[in-house]
């Protein structure tokens, strides 16, 4: 028997999850040694992901939307990188890392079958590449494949224009500005800290500023002076009207998602939508989930922009699968700098 | 000289215009016997139509917007057919019917150059094939026009799907709703009145409803039991948020007009936009007179329509140039019963 700590959904919350109430850390064991059929295989919990859209996922199990509920009581499941520990599967084979959809927790023993379903792959990259794993639920994982696909299936990004990125010191906002200004777009981005924006400016943003201390009308009207062609929305509300007001002719607005509302028990509403038509603006949602085929793609340029050091990824790292809760919660309340993960164990 | 009735952009409204104070009719003359220069030819007003758009170019002149602003004191301007009473241009001859942006008078003077600049065109059909001079500023024009565009250029529409449509007796409105049945869509309109909820019922409309008296949620409930798939948005605000409240993954809103929010001082702000991402909605807005390029196709298909009883078209006749005021009103407050146009005079 070997400890194996499980981040558990533990009740559903109406504004701000809180740790030990909505979300409780569990201390189970799991059995080693117990034998294997065959198919079957252990993982290991390297590092995992928490990420914005878990919010929407603590719900009630009857309220549909577009990711399913956690169920209650149960480990929570996100993004992780986990190790094969003991195998008797032909397809993941013992020291392969695997990508894709995990629980929480420390081990998890499962078959080909589910693997299957739940896309899990073998990503063994890592071992070779001197890419840090922790990079496989981030710039290579979900958050940089939604900059991705965002960027070129919504955002039908041009040389020459302008893109504005809210949460842009984010998991999902560095990426997408560091491959825009490759792109050859002016880039402006917003962020809730000065150390946040200073990073932004360090990685190539052409312009940069704290929506909490500067007023956002303003600040983009000085940072775009040819108004904004294209924006990455990450933030929602009152962001989101101000940034319509700025929005050009024939303007795109990648709604990739709208963290300011997940916590609010009431959704704010929005004005200004008239300008969606006279300025033809076209205001566009996605999941990243939806967009598979632009996996393969979206991994070999944006490992090759890490190999050629053309693009930076911040990661904010909290130590231990313990801490999971509260990373989550950083989240949520951007504490996190850049990508946040939780480091569970080393290989 | 003959009189000259002239229809007079006289002050900026807040809310709904005032007929007198706002748009005042003018009577003046205009000299039939000043010769004219080479180039250079005399419109007689036939027909002229009456459009919502028309309140947001009644607006100051430093307010920026996708069309331009109506010069104070002078006559408006809109879609016209006029006839050529007096000629010395090769392009416009005497007799010849011509459509286009026109000045809201009986009488006007004008030359090869500008008629080039404002996209004035020579449209004889209706003197052969039977069709009413007034359809070629409804069905046939620029409302038709903008049907067509916003179902294939924006819409997407495809035979199963459903679509639901605001002001679907309108001017706009009943056009995409009889051109979407013909491509094998579901359809179901809304109107403000029984009487155009018949109509819209006797068109071939799967299902309508009078939103003034019944349930917007409940009735697209029941009358879209898949979902809606298109929104064919007239109207926004409220009927907006409702929308999006059914509308189905992958859903497009054709984001046409917004009528109720034009007499507003101030536009009313829409919740649930996080729809938009979840369910990964295009919301896009355009505007019919970037889309030139479509006009021959939608010309030729929708006149072989007419020809053929394939689809029907309700106007609103006011009668003399003195009832435009009023006809403007009456769309902006939803009296018209259809197309509303002001017969000027017979050919
Ligand atoms: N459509 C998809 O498939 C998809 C996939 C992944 C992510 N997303 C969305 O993309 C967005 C960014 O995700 P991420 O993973 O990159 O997260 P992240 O940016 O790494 O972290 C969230 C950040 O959002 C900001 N934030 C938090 N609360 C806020 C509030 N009330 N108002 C404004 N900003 C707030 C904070 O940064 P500041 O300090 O700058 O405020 C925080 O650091 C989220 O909306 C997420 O739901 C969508
Ligand atoms: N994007 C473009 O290029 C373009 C071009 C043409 C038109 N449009 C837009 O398309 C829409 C329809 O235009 P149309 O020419 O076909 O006009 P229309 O439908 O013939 O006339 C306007 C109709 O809108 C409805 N209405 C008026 N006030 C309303 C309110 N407060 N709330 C809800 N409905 C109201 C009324 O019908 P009910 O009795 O059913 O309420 C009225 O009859 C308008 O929004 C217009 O601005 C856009």
């Known amino acids: 028997m070997v400890a194996n700590t499980q981040v558990i959904f533990s009740k559903v919350p109406t504004t701000y999850p809180v740790v030990g109430e909505h979300i409780t850390v569990k201390k189970s064991e799991f059995d080693l040694d117990a034998p294997l059929a065959d198919g079957e295989f252990v993982l290991k919990t390297l590092v995992l992901s928490v990420d914005p859209y878990m919010r929407g996922r603590m719900?009630?199990?009857?309220?549909?939307?577009?990711?399913?509920?956690?169920?209650?009581?149960?480990?929570?499941?996100?993004?992780?990188?986990?190790?094969?520990?003991?195998?008797?599967?032909?397809?993941?084979?013992?020291?392969?890392?695997?990508?894709?959809?995990?629980?929480?927790?420390?081990?998890?023993?499962?078959?080909?079958?589910?693997?299957?379903?739940?896309?899990?792959?073998?990503?063994?990259?890592?071992?070779?590449?001197?890419?840090?794993?922790?990079?496989?639920?981030?710039?290579?994982?979900?958050?940089?494949?939604?900059?991705?696909?965002?960027?070129?299936?919504?955002?039908?990004?041009?040389?020459?224009?302008?893109?504005y990125i809210s949460a842009a010191s984010g998991a999902v906002g560095q990426v997408a500005g560091q491959i825009a200004k490759a792109q050859g777009l002016r880039v402006v981005g917003s962020a809730g800290s000065d150390e946040k924006v200073a990073h932004l400016k360090a990685i190539g943003f052409d312009g940069?500023?704290?929506?909490?201390?500067?007023?956002?009308?303003?600040?983009?009207?000085?940072?775009?002076?040819?108004?904004?062609?294209?924006?990455?929305?990450?933030?929602?509300?009152?962001?989101?009207?101000?940034?319509?007001?700025?929005?050009?002719?024939?303007?795109?607005?990648?709604?990739?998602?709208?963290i300011s509302q997940y916590n609010l028990s009431e959704g704010e509403k929005v004005g200004g939508l008239m300008q969606i038509i006279a300025k033809s603006i076209k205001f566009q949602g996605f999941i990243v989930s939806d967009f598979p085929e632009a996996e393969p793609e979206f991994l070999?340029?944006?490992?090759?922009?890490?190999?050629?050091?053309?693009?930076?990824?911040?990661?904010?790292?909290?130590?231990?699968?313990?801490?999971?809760?509260?990373?989550?919660?950083?989240?949520?309340?951007?504490?996190?700098?850049?990508?946040?993960?939780?480091?569970?164990?080393?290989?």
Chains 1, 2 share one sequence.
């Open 59 to 163: 719900r009630d199990a009857s309220t549909k939307s577009y990711s399913p509920p956690f169920a209650l009581n149960e480990p929570m499941t996100g993004h992780t990188v986990k190790e094969v520990v003991k195998s008797k599967s032909s397809n993941f084979k013992e020291g392969d890392f695997v990508y894709g959809m995990g629980t929480f927790e420390e081990y998890f023993k499962t078959n080909d079958h589910v693997a299957k379903l739940y896309g899990l792959v073998v990503r063994n990259d890592p071992k070779t590449n001197g890419i840090p794993i922790s990079n496989y639920v981030g710039i290579l994982g979900m958050p940089g494949m939604t900059a991705y696909v965002g960027l070129y299936k919504i955002g039908e990004i041009k040389a020459g224009e302008t893109i």
């Open 208 to 258: 940069a500023f704290n929506y909490k201390t500067e007023d956002t009308a303003t600040k983009l009207a000085e940072l775009c002076p040819k108004g904004i062609d294209v924006y990455f929305e990450n933030v929602g509300g009152k962001m989101l009207e101000v940034v319509l007001t700025q929005l050009n002719k024939f303007g795109r607005i990648i709604a990739c998602g709208m």
């Open 300 to 347: 070999k340029v944006v490992t090759e922009m890490i190999l050629n050091k053309k693009i930076q990824y911040q990661e904010s790292h909290a130590e231990g699968i313990e801490k999971t809760p509260e990373a989550l919660l950083d989240v949520l309340k951007g504490k996190n700098f850049g990508k946040q993960v939780v480091d569970v164990a080393k290989p």
